[in-house]
């Protein structure tokens, strides 16, 4: 695609689940990102994922949290057990290289109730 | 520790006056620095990144090392630059990989008529 894609675009969820949020990034960015943005609040770094590097997980807020990537395309990241902070906005990003800036995608609003 | 600031968390002007922005980072290293816009109902995107030297839509950011400071200006606001503003930094490393970006909370931009 031309963009960056996530799926799904809104997603209520009870306290306790589990979900599951999807990112397809631009095909040849070798770079992906997650963040979350709470209600009022700024983006705040979760995971990268880079090449086949290992990831920085250092943003990721608990042992709930977690994010996987095949290679160069497709990432999820799930959270286990919903809290009610849990509650944001889930933004993806991807980038071709250093210096060119972040395609955000349009995120997933996750609310858990 | 990698910090950036954003004052205001909204600026209001009438169309036609100069714009100014404020951006502070705290960062040890040579930063590299960009400033991201959210239209409403729109996702995030790259206004600007410091290296190009680049004006978008009459937008101009210099970096000021002296200050810390990374200010977005315009002379001459237009009703169309109503949005949320985030200052952002990379802390890269000299590897040229892409790394994670450190934004601040944001401004909301308001022009009135």
């Known amino acids: 695609g031309a963009g960056v894609s996530q799926s799904p675009s809104n997603k209520v969820t009870e306290k306790g689940k589990d979900v599951e949020l999807r990112c397809d990034p631009i095909?040849?960015?070798?770079?992906l990102y997650w963040y979350r943005q709470r209600l009022g609040q700024g983006l705040e770094f979760l995971i990268y994922?880079?090449?086949?590097?290992?990831?920085?997980k250092s943003g990721l807020p608990s042992d709930r949290f977690s994010a996987e990537r095949t290679g160069e395309s497709v990432s999820t990241l799930t959270i286990q057990r919903t809290q009610q902070e849990d509650s944001a906005v889930y933004l993806c990003?991807?980038?071709?290289?250093?210096?060119?800036?972040?395609?955000f995608g349009s995120g997933t609003r996750l609310t858990v109730v | 520790a990698q910090r950036v600031t954003q004052p205001e968390k909204l600026l209001s002007v009438f169309k036609g006056a100069p714009v100014e922005l404020k951006c502070n980072y705290s960062?040890?290293?040579?930063?590299?620095l960009f400033w991201y816009v959210q239209y409403s109902r729109q996702r995030l995107q790259l206004l600007l990144r410091?290296?190009s030297r680049e004006s978008i839509k009459g937008f101009t950011a210099d970096l000021n090392k002296g200050e810390t400071s990374f200010h977005l200006k315009k002379p001459f606001a237009q009703e169309e630059d109503s949005a949320m503003y985030y200052c952002?930094?990379?802390?890269?490393?000299?590897?040229?990989?892409?790394?994670?970006?450190?934004f601040g909370t944001g401004t909301l931009l308001a022009v009135q008529p």
């Open positions: 095909s040849g960015h070798t770079a």
């Open positions: 994922f880079q090449g086949n590097s290992a990831p920085d």
């Open positions: 990003a991807s980038s071709f290289r250093v210096g060119y800036g972040y395609t």
């Open positions: 952002a930094l990379s802390p890269s490393s000299h590897g040229g990989a892409t790394n994670k970006l450190i």
């Open positions: 960062y040890s290293g040579s930063p590299e």
């Open positions: 410091h290296i």
